[in-house]
């Protein structure tokens, strides 16, 4: 596969009429042999043939794939010479570099190499934006590859950058209900869960719990019911175009919303029960004794002082009373919006029997995980309201 990409990269090269590239990158022999044809084609997202499906592959050649990487890694020393060449010729923002910086990034994948990896893309992503424009959908693509190759090279803080800009563009492409919007909130989600499992970004716990939040918040406003259009324009000018009506959820996309705000609600849940306020790790008493001296007049007219220990109530005990309060409420409320959520995935599920079987066969599994994490909320409410 990695030598198919060289001969997919010369081939660009030679329709862009460059062959001052192709003679630049020297491709090994084997690798311009011609494909298998008994070859097995695993299709995107296609799991590989299993033992009863295909015969095990031969155990790899240790000095066979160390002579492969060699040969990889040379092909790149020319690669980058003759790229250099083709910035000459062309300029360095010309149109025709962005998928060739792509490929060569690909290559810088294949050879365990992310970090250089993501600065060819992020080249490609410049170029990208410049040729076509701040907003362009054409940098979708190119974000999503970026992404992925930040995290492998564990840059997080330039993963989480460029999540921002590829969910930020995508709601700016696409309306609230579109499928493309849904999607890529979904894994916008996705990605902030993984930031958030691992503290990725070494933050405080109170700020890694406002980007939950915050999704909680993205995925609440994505399932709410759709506002028909006002139809106010329309009946005072017939001739008006009529605003289109706003698209309602698939079963499969309500449920997906409905899992991920779920898993979003049992993590602030699980904050709200663990994460004690400073305020409140140490309880106040609601009532002191104060040592009170106080100038009395005798019988004889004299004023003589009278000390005493008086009881009165603590004025910093109401503060914390109202804070006590406050934490359990917010307590509350986050296990009542996992139950909810749990409820409405659970009824998506029951009232769409086909969310059961082919390529959505995994749905109940995930109501089930869903409805481990409510009973283990439940259990934690109810030790923590002896507390709160």
Known sequence: MRMNRVMAVLALCLLLGNSAWAQAVDVPADAAQAPDENAVVQAPGEALP???EAEAAPAPDPEAEAQRVRELSAALQRFEAALVALESERGPYDMGLIEVLND??????????PAQAADLQERAL???RISYGLYSPQQVDILQSLIDAHIAAAQWELADDRAHLAFYLQKRLHAADSPEYIRALLAYGRFKQQVFSGNRLSRSSLASIRDI????????EALATPTPP?????ATDPLATPAPLPRSLEAAERFELLHARAV???????????????GLNRPVERYINDFVC??????TGQVVQQCGTVRRENPAWRDWEMQRQMHGERIRSAVNALDDSVRQAQAVLEATPALSAGEQASAPARLQELLAMQQR????YRRSRLDW
């Open 377 to 380: 909320t439940e259990r934690d």
């Open 104 to 113: 060569y990034a690909a290559l810088q994948v294949e050879l365990g190499q």
């Open 126 to 128: 410049a170029i990208t």
């Open 294 to 299: 106080q100038d009395v007049v005798g019988p």
């Open 264 to 278: 979003a609600e049992f993590q602030l849940a699980q904050f709200a029960m663990h994460d004690v306020p400073l």
């Open 213 to 220: 939040q915050a999704l909680q918040g993205l995925y609440t």
């Open 230 to 234: 006002d139809t106010a324009a329309e």
């Open 50 to 52: 299993g033992p009863a």
